[in-house]
């Protein structure tokens, strides 16, 4: 599947690694101004893309940045353990993406995305996991353990539910109560089905909320705050018409390899597939995002880990017990 194939649909790509892959499968080589960089761990294999130079920028299309993939299946399963070290690894790449941040620091945690709605609920609900003590802070600083920081967290919702862009919401909360760091949440689309539920990316570029589902907002970071943001996304759909064409391409396989049906696949036209796809989608705008039925436990499984790995980054000191009696 070429990059043309993207720009006709108009499907932007949420995942840098992604987005890396498609356009050196296109030119066969690596991208100028594009460094990677791999570690391997236990139960996740992590890829880090770092994009140097504008120019790699514009071919890319992402903010020159970092960009660390946390590829891990094990999220999707319900092994307790395999959570805890997944969680440790995102806490891990999060604090390598911090900026160095006074002591004590103040840090907003912001869950982008549409509560109602399960594929977009990933802000929401890591929101409702995440240890907050900004309020502990405030009001009972004798419950405090050295080293904890004081954390804050909102869910603003979407342009649709609140009628206000949240782009304003977050900054008149950062205006507010001025925080040293923000750590923005938000659902990803995929190229790839394999990477829904079971990816993390973090970034130190910020965040356009709902781009990778052609809902383009304005965006949160920290050109627009005034204040460092880190981007943290899981993909939950993927768009329609990369389903399709996957399953065209692998069908046109199948009948290259087939001596008796090689002549048949030299009678098609190659270029057949993108009017099929947008007829089908027609009905749609041309835009029809994919799900899977299990949707609200990965969603589920997902803000555990990431949460998790937020708290952890931000409170290293703190015990897995310490974590349940401030989370509760």
């Known amino acids: 599947m070429d990059l043309q194939f993207f720009k006709d649909f108009t499907i932007d790509v949420d995942l840098a690694l992604e987005a890396r892959e498609i356009v050196q499968g296109q030119t066969g080589r690596e991208i100028p101004g594009v460094r990677v960089d791999r570690e391997t761990y236990e139960h996740a294999s992590v890829t880090i893309v770092i994009i140097e130079d504008p120019s790699a920028e514009a071919v890319m299309g992402k903010p020159v940045g970092t960009y660390i993939t946390v590829e891990a299946p094990g999220i999707s399963g319900r092994d307790p353990k395999a959570h805890h070290e997944i969680g440790l690894v995102v806490a891990q790449m999060l604090s390598r993406l911090m900026p160095d ?18 594929p977009d609920a990933l802000g929401p609900k ?9 309020h502990i802070f405030n009001y009972a600083p004798q419950e405090l353990q050295p080293g904890m920081r004081s954390v804050s967290a909102i869910a603003p919702g979407v342009l649709g539910i609140t009628g206000i862009e949240t782009a304003e919401i977050v900054k008149g909360v950062v205006d507010k109560i001025k925080p040293d760091l923000v750590i923005a949440i938000d659902s990803l689309a995929a190229r790839n089905v394999s990477r829904i539920g079971t990816t993390i990316q973090i970034a130190n570029t910020g965040v356009k909320p709902g781009s990778g589902v052609g809902n383009q907002r304005a965006g949160i970071n920290r050109e627009t705050l005034g204040v460092n943001v880190l981007a943290v996304g899981v993909p939950t759909v993927v768009h329609g018409a990369v389903i399709a064409q996957d399953t065209i391409e692998q069908f046109m396989d199948q009948l290259k390899a087939n001596p008796s049906l090689h002549k048949l696949y030299s009678m098609l036209n190659p270029n057949f597939s993108q009017t099929v796809i947008q007829k089908v989608l027609e009905p749609f705008g041309g835009r029809l995002m994919v799900t899977p039925k299990e949707i609200d436990d990965l969603i589920q499984r997902a803000a555990k ?4 790995g937020i708290t952890k980054a931000l409170h ?6 310490d974590y349940q009696y401030y989370l509760h």
Do not use: C, F
């Open 126 to 134: 890591v929101v409702s996991e995440t240890m907050v003590t900004r």
């Open 305 to 308: 880990v990431v949460a998790g």
């Open 101 to 118: 941040l006074p002591v004590p620091s103040n840090i907003l945690i912001v869950g982008l995305g549409n509560w109602n709605a399960t």
């Open 316 to 321: 290293p000191n703190l015990t897995d017990e």
